[in-house]
């Protein structure tokens, strides 16, 4: 069975802060995992795909399969920065995304 | 501009109705999905349909009814609207060699 835990629901920094959000993911096979973020009452939008390895408005995630961990970090958050951010993980080729329960990102100025 | 589109985007109604949710992609993906957010933000899948067969089908009331007459549409049927349906319902688009989804902007349905 395919599970993600984001433990923390609310996160809340200052702005030029460093953020971290965790995720941790439950999978038997290859994952494939994903951060997606929602800004307010719009759609969910692709933010990163851990096979890119890309950096994406600062943001970077490293898949620890050793940990089995996916935590997204920026080192100077921005308050444009401030929405809901969802950890997703799809396994083998065809598979739906299971998605984590979100954290809320608020960066105050 | 290739998207996935939904309509409407904002839906109110009483209980007891019958409403429908339509979805198009023109990404030319063919696996398509419904998703549920609920109030507390929390995103779980409702189905699945992989050229325009029904693939997944999660624990939802048969009240909520999909139909997807081709591979760009998917569009979700609800009969007999009660209150705990309120929420937001995403539509979703993938191609089948990987997960990664494109989303619509959602419905906002409320149901007084």
């Known amino acids: 069975a395919q599970r993600v835990t984001q433990p923390e629901k609310l996160l809340s920094v200052f702005k030029g802060a460093p953020v971290e959000l965790k995720c941790n993911y439950s999978?038997?096979?290859?994952?494939?995992l994903f951060w997606y973020v929602q800004y307010s009452r719009q759609r969910l939008q692709l933010l990163l795909r851990?096979?890119s390895r890309e950096s994406i408005k600062g943001f970077t995630a490293d898949l620890n399969k050793g940990e089995t961990s996916f935590h997204l970090k920026k080192p100077f958050a921005q308050e444009e920065d401030s929405a809901m951010y969802y950890c997703?993980?799809?396994?083998?080729?065809?598979?739906?995304?299971?998605f984590g329960e979100g954290t809320q990102l608020t960066v105050n100025p | 501009d290739t998207a996935v589109s939904q309509t409407p985007k904002y839906l109110v109604t009483q209980m007891g109705n019958d409403k429908s949710i339509k979805c198009e992609q023109n990404?030319?993906?063919?696996?398509m999905y419904w998703y549920k957010q609920d109030s507390k933000k929390f995103l779980k899948i409702m189905f699945s349909y992989n050229n325009k067969e029904l693939i997944i089908n999660e624990t939802v009331p048969n009240r909520f009814s999909p139909k997807s007459p081709d591979k760009a549409h998917l569009n979700l049927h609800i009969n007999s609207l009660e209150l705990g349906d309120s929420a937001v319902y995403f539509c979703?688009?993938?191609?089948?060699?990987?997960?990664?989804?494109?989303f619509g902007q959602g419905t906002r349905l409320t149901v007084v």
């Open positions: 990404l030319g993906h063919d696996t």
């Open positions: 851990h096979i």
């Open positions: 997703a993980l799809g396994g083998t080729s065809g598979s739906r995304l299971t």
């Open positions: 999978y038997s096979g290859s994952p494939e």
């Open positions: 979703a688009s993938s191609h089948h060699s990987t997960p990664e989804a494109f």
